[in-house]
């Protein structure tokens, strides 16, 4: 049974930071490029970021760009986000997920690319 279960959410003002973790169980971690997606009220979920398997390569909306980094640790089977320069805009629930897809040297942006998601961690921005 795979399970991805995050961290790290909460509140936080304005040009703070967070960083979030996703722990991955019940599967080979370092087969599956990883995706970090989030869902603001009323909203669809979005794209946020994106790594390959071994970590080579990484994509990000260009909403985030420069402010936000995605990582893997493969030893600890781990995924992160950290999250910089924090804008109300940035308020929404954060989901990893884990890409249904063996490829190496690939990433994945879109959410019917991913077959995995944890619950879901709550970040708040406050102005």
């Known amino acids: 049974q795979v399970q991805l279960i995050e961290s790290g959410g909460g509140l936080v003002q304005a040009g703070g930071s967070l960083r979030l973790s996703c722990v991955v169980s019940?599967?080979?971690?370092?087969?599956?490029?990883m995706g970090w997606f989030r869902q603001a009220p009323g909203k669809e979920r979005e794209f946020v970021a994106a790594m390959s398997q071994s970590g080579d390569l990484t994509m990000y909306v260009d909403s985030v760009k420069g402010r936000f980094t995605i990582s893997r640790d493969n030893a600890k089977n781990t995924v992160y986000l950290q999250m910089n320069s924090l804008k109300p805009e940035d308020t929404a629930v954060y989901y990893c997920?884990?890409?249904?897809?063996?490829?190496?040297?690939?990433?994945?942006?879109?959410?019917?690319?991913?077959?995995?998601w944890g619950q879901g961690t709550q970040v708040t921005v406050s102005s």
């Open positions: 997920a884990s890409a249904r897809y063996y490829t190496s040297h690939a990433y994945y942006t879109e959410i019917a690319d991913y077959n995995y």
């Open positions: 019940g599967q080979t971690f370092n087969n599956h490029a």
